[in-house]
């Protein structure tokens, strides 16, 4: 059965999220924060109060992990929060980087103030990420070292992977591979992190938070892998419009396995388009089509299959409470059906 929605706990752990966060920045009252609140969607533009905001997927996973091993969510929204905010800030640099004037059907904060403040928006935020593990409850020095450990490699592995996938861009010597690393840490690394320190907090040793770990790798993989498919097969009524990440030439699943298995003449052709300075929009049917002969979305939901299988058993195996098992299986259908 298809399953379009993230289980309903997420809710609280996003509204829980939400008033921590608000606390966090209740006198953050410089105007350098009055874009971090748009941002995260509380106020407009004009700094009227609206809520509009993201899924909160990675914090939502570590609460729900920790929670299943008895946790207290109390305890570990602080590292929570810093997940969150470092999520955005790579957002907003993202936006500036890509030239999207859009997220969430809002104006990006580098469209409405420009770039130079919307870097700052998100370096200043990048920094409230790390503050905000100061606000853990007291804990042993070498367990909180550890959580700076955590946090900081996998900032460095986003960052690295942004870094990969700009640089994709500037070449059609791309492989599966490549495109497999990239993944891993640009969008992989974040949702594995999540995954760990929700275990983490309860599991005091890296060996027993392994399981977690490598179900938080398997939807941080297919959560960039159905990104792609949308990108090209998606919606305008969801904000996926079809094709879009042709038109921006972006290096995605469904466009490297083009380039990598169209033969002859389509090869060519192809890497021409690809290769030249030029609007797609003309050439964005005919890439389509050529994706149908050579069963491209046919083959990207083969590979977003392979790891939902693969999430199942990991959850499967996970010595926890079968609530919790399917919690995390309805993520799982929420991977491989969401819309958007």
């Known amino acids: ?25 209740k006198h953050l009252n410089d105007d350098l924060y009055f874009t971090h609140r748009y941002f995260l969607g509380w106020i407009n533009e004009h700094g009227d109060l609206t809520e509009v905001s ?44 890509d030239k999207d004037e859009y997220r969430r059907n809002r104006k990006t904060v580098w469209k409405i103030w420009g770039e130079p403040r919307g870097i700052i928006s998100g370096s200043s935020m990048h920094a409230l990420a790390s503050k905000s593990i100061d606000l853990l409850k007291p804990l042993n020095e070498k367990k909180i070292a550890l959580i700076r450990a955590i946090v900081s490699e996998t900032c460095m592995q986003v960052i690295e992977g942004q870094f990969l996938d700009l640089s994709f861009e500037n070449t059609l010597n791309i492989n599966i591979e490549n495109y497999l690393e990239m993944i891993n840490k640009k969008t992989g690394a974040l949702i594995e992190t999540s995954a760990k320190l929700g275990a983490f907090f309860n599991y005091f040793s890296h060996e027993k938070s392994e399981h977690f770990s490598k179900l938080g790798k398997q939807f941080g993989n297919m959560f960039q892998i159905k990104d792609d498919i949308l990108g090209i097969w998606g919606n305008d009524e969801f904000g996926k419009p079809i094709g879009s990440d042709i038109l921006k030439k972006k290096k995605s699943l469904p466009i490297l396995h083009l380039l990598n298995e169209s033969k002859g003449n389509d090869n060519r052709m192809i890497n021409d388009i690809f290769a030249n300075e030029q609007n797609l929009e003309g050439f964005l049917k005919d890439i389509i089509d050529m994706m149908s002969k050579y069963k491209t979305e046919k083959y990207c939901n083969k590979i977003l299959n392979e790891n939902f299988e693969n999430s199942e058993k990991i ?3 996970l010595k926890i409470k079968n609530l919790n098992k399917e919690n995390l299986k309805e993520i799982n259908k929420f991977l491989v059906y969401r819309k958007k």
């Open 1 to 25: 059965m298809e399953q379009n929605q993230l289980p309903e706990v997420f809710n609280d752990y996003q509204k829980d999220l939400t008033r921590y966060t608000k606390k966090f920045y």
């Open 54 to 97: 993201g899924k909160s997927f990675r914090p939502s996973l570590m609460m729900l992990i920790n929670e299943s091993l008895g946790g207290k969510n109390e305890d570990i929204l602080p590292v929570a929060m810093a997940i969150e905010l470092f999520h955005n800030f790579s957002l907003i640099h993202d936006d500036i980087e």
């Open 315 to 317: 959850i499967s195996d």
